[in-house]
């Protein structure tokens, strides 16, 4: 963005402006669908603003938090009462414990000189 403002819009690359149009016009179909539609189908219309999120971030997070999400929801169908006691703690848990295993593994780099 620094870069857009120093020297201009020459720097966007061509389609950029369509792109966005689409993407917004795509954002506004799922808001609309999201509040129009039944709640019981509603649900089922993905979230514009994780469209949006699963395309700033690497590939490998947004397949993660797919695979993540889609077993949550199963075990929410086949235990829902365990799921509403349980799966918010084990969810935060991976979290920490894959930051607390990147750490580990920046601080071994970082000591052992690679």
């Keep these: 963005m620094a870069e857009l403002f120093q020297h201009g819009f020459s720097l966007i690359p061509p389609g950029t402006g369509l792109a966005m149009i689409i993407a917004a016009g795509a954002g506004l179909i799922l808001s609309v669908l ?52 349980f799966l918010v703690a084990i969810c935060a848990g991976i979290v920490a414990g894959e930051t607390l295993h990147k750490t580990g593994q920046a601080l071994i780099s970082a000591f052992a000189g690679n």
């Excluded at 539609?37 to 947004?62: E, H, K, N, T, W």
């Design 34 to 85: 999201e509040k129009g539609l039944p709640r019981r189908a509603a649900r089922f219309v993905p979230s514009a603003a994780s469209i949006g999120l699963a395309f700033m971030i690497p590939a490998g997070y947004s397949i993660a938090l797919f695979v993540g999400g889609l077993a949550a929801l199963m075990l929410s169908i086949a235990t829902p009462s365990w799921t509403k006691r």
